[in-house]
């Protein structure tokens, strides 16, 4: 096998091999219910019908029960913490899986949209099907009302019609305020919206009440297409067809029909009580515990550290929370990665938030009082700070850091958050861990934002260099923007300035100088910040052909 494959099935394998397991689900339900309504004897006279609408209406039914039923499990963040935290689960494999779980409620997510538009597009053909083939013989399978009757009355006369409009209505909400650029642009639109899942749930599990659609429960008492004397000379079931097909079966008695008993709350309602269920805990959790704000401080580039302390919090490094703030909103649960965790010696724990949108600029104005100050190094403030509520912690592909032997951090601007914890963890006590060596990559546009963790990267360094391990961490800084330059001229940021560089990383100069320090080891690969730096890394790691070194890729990302 070619080193770079070998590469490629290290990062990609897991997964790929993860969805075509999904994807072969999809397919085999979505055909196994098209062949038992193409074939079934029970739906012979249905598909005579409506034709092959009702076949597709069926089958992409079966592939929303399914998907309906996963998509709510990816965001049980509870749920899979516990899981990756559990001592039985000592695969790497198996928590990468779980660092892609936002992926696969993605994945989900588009499914239901793609095979919901499917389903309605076969189900207006149903309509028509209904109103033009209008059946005086078995009226029982007519849900027009009469020969030729509007297909949009027809809609708007049945309860599966009615709550089908209210389901579309809700998914296009709920799918149009996903994209990236609301998310971005507005975050509350995209919550609020996205919270309207128990309203589509409940409509869907009412949708599937109505039963519209029906199969015959007499099949052996009449056989699908046999005679009947009584029938109308339009279907081949007539006194002349019996006649001339003497090997046709008589019916013994009348077809009788009857609505499918509901499957979808089969599908769903477990997945949905998990899922609120987890929600109340976490609610109620998170309400319980009261949560003091200790300290605030105001750092360079908009960036305002929060130091908070809370009984019982125990989270590890890596791991993030959702913040609530209610005298900002009540409803809004907002994510943000620990930059320190409790220690023996410590037990408050920070976050760093950067002042970009709504919520935050009014959660920092409530923080801090006004001051006229342009100092570059932090002002602490002390004052009376409003009522928060911490949810988590959280599992985060961060945590992995420290089960490699050799590991790559890289961070842009305010994505250095998630390594920040990592290096507070490596101060503290770095022996304890796997970990032998980190190659630590920050990358920002401002200079001043390497004075949010100045502090911390000199203090870790020079404890490393007195404990004669000057090799266990390699920092790199760099400056994407050099329009006037500065440079960090004090004294205590001395080693900082030293490793200070103009630019942008040369990535594979990176990975081959990585590569040769590292043979015959796998390198853990994290990433925080833009799309382009993910991409790149992303492509090096599964195509790296440098050396005898496995770069396995992890990219931070909240569910």
């Known amino acids: 096998m070619s080193l770079a494959l070998k590469s490629w099935m290290a990062n990609e394998g897991p997964k790929h091999f993860t969805m075509m397991i999904w994807v072969g689900v999809n ?13 079934g004897a029970q739906y012979y006279y249905l598909h005579k019908m409506l034709g092959l609408g009702l076949c597709i209406s069926r089958a992409s039914a079966s592939v929303l029960n399914f998907n309906c039923s996963l998509v709510l499990l990816p965001m049980c963040r509870s749920l899979l913490t516990l899981v990756r935290g559990s001592q039985r689960v000592n695969s790497r494999q198996v928590r990468r899986l779980l660092d892609r779980s936002k992926m696969f409620h993605v994945a989900c997510g588009i499914t239901i949209c793609v095979f919901s538009v ?7 053909i149903n309509m028509v099907n209904f109103s033009d083939r209008y059946s005086e013989d078995f009226p029982d399978l007519n849900v027009a009302q009469y020969k030729g009757q509007d297909s949009r009355v027809i809609i708007m006369s049945t309860v599966p019609g009615v709550t089908g409009v209210l389901l579309v209505i809700v998914l296009f909400l709920m799918f149009t305020a996903s994209s990236s650029c609301i998310r971005v642009s507005s975050y509350e639109i995209f919550w609020y919206t996205h919270n309207l899942f128990i309203v589509f749930y409940l409509i869907l599990i009412v949708h599937a009440v109505g039963g519209a659609l029906k199969y015959q429960v007499n099949v052996e008492a009449h056989p699908p297409g046999c005679v009947h004397m009584n029938l109308s000379s339009d279907l081949p079931t007539n006194r002349r067809a019996a006649g001339e097909n003497e090997t046709q079966a008589v019916c013994r008695e009348d077809a009788r029909f009857q609505s499918h008993f509901p499957q979808t709350w089969l599908w769903v309602s477990a997945p949905l009580f998990l899922y609120c269920a987890e929600r109340l805990y976490r609610y109620i959790k998170s309400i319980a515990d009261p949560v003091t704000i200790i300290s605030v401080v105001s750092h360079p580039c908009d960036v ?26 009540s409803f809004e649960n907002h994510p943000f990665t620990l930059t320190t965790c409790p220690t023996g010696k410590n037990e408050t724990f920070g976050i760093h938030l950067r002042v970009l949108g709504d919520w935050t600029s009014k959660f920092s104005q409530q923080l801090l009082e006004q001051s006229d100050s342009s100092e570059i190094l932090p002002m602490m403030h002390q004052r009376r700070y409003p009522t928060v509520h ?4 959280f599992g985060s592909p961060s945590e992995e850091v420290f089960n490699y032997e050799v590991s790559l951090c890289v961070a842009g601007g305010i994505g250095v958050t998630p390594f920040a914890c990592v290096l507070q963890a490596l101060f503290e006590d770095w022996c304890q861990y796997k970990l032998k060596r980190l190659y630590f990559v920050w990358v920002c546009r401002d200079l001043q934002s390497f004075y949010w963790f100045a502090d911390l990267l000199c203090g870790l360094h020079e404890r490393l260099w007195q404990n004669n391990r000057p090799d266990y961490l390699n920092i790199q800084l760099y400056l994407s923007d050099s329009q006037g330059l500065q ?4 004294e205590r940021y001395r080693y900082l300035s030293s490793r200070l560089q103009i630019g942008r990383p040369k990535w594979k100069l990176l990975f081959q100088e990585i590569g040769r320090a590292n043979q015959h080891k796998k390198v853990g690969v994290f990433c925080c910040g833009p799309k382009g730096i993910s991409k790149a890394l992303h492509g090096m790691c599964n195509s790296n052909p440098y050396s005898q ?6 990219k931070e990302s909240f569910s």
């Open 118 to 124: 499917i389903h309605v597009g076969a189900h207006l």
């Open 27 to 39: 397919v085999f339900l979505f055909w196994r219910t098209f062949m038992l309504y193409y074939s």
């Open 549 to 554: 070194t496995t770069f396995e890729y992890n």
């Open 390 to 393: 911490v949810d988590g912690p």
């Open 487 to 490: 440079s960090i001229n004090e």
């Open 304 to 329: 305002v550290e929060v130091r908070m302390l809370k009984s019982g919090f125990k989270p590890r490094p890596g791991q993030y929370i959702l913040l609530n703030c209610p005298g900002v909103s």
